[in-house]
């Protein structure tokens, strides 16, 4: 079973930035899985905020969070990192971290077998 824990949250002033980390347990689990970052903002659907396949080779942003955010990974460490420069108040979300079912990214989460329980990020206007 994998366990995915998510870090970084916190409150940031618009303009701000943060570093959102997931750490995958055990070691190694998900080397060879796509994984992903999406977002839930209260009362509005879960939404997708970018992926990466297995190895970096491919990464993918939704249009609101392009040039804006960058997904990466250490597969050494089990670790996926949201970096996030230029926050908005829009951004505000509970934030999710999710490893696929294949090591191909994808923007649907129902491709996403584990996913981690969410850390807060708000953006202050």
């Known amino acids: 079973q994998v366990q995915l824990v998510e870090s970084g949250g916190g409150l940031v002033q618009t303009g701000g930035s943060l570093r959102l980390s997931c750490a995958a347990t055990?070691?190694?689990?998900?080397?060879?899985?796509?994984m992903a970052w999406f977002r839930q903002a209260p009362e509005k659907e879960r939404e997708f905020v970018g992926s990466i396949s297995w190895n970096g080779g491919r990464k993918d942003y939704a249009d609101s969070v392009k040039d804006r955010f960058t997904i990466s990974r250490d597969n050494t460490k089990s670790t996926v990192f949201l970096q996030m420069n230029n926050l908005k108040p829009e951004d505000t979300a509970v934030y999710f971290c999710a490893a696929g079912r294949s090591s191909y990214a994808s923007q649907a989460s129902r491709d996403y077998q584990y996913w981690g329980q969410g850390t807060q990020v708000t953006v202050s206007s």
């Open positions: 055990p070691r190694r689990t998900i080397s060879n899985n796509a």
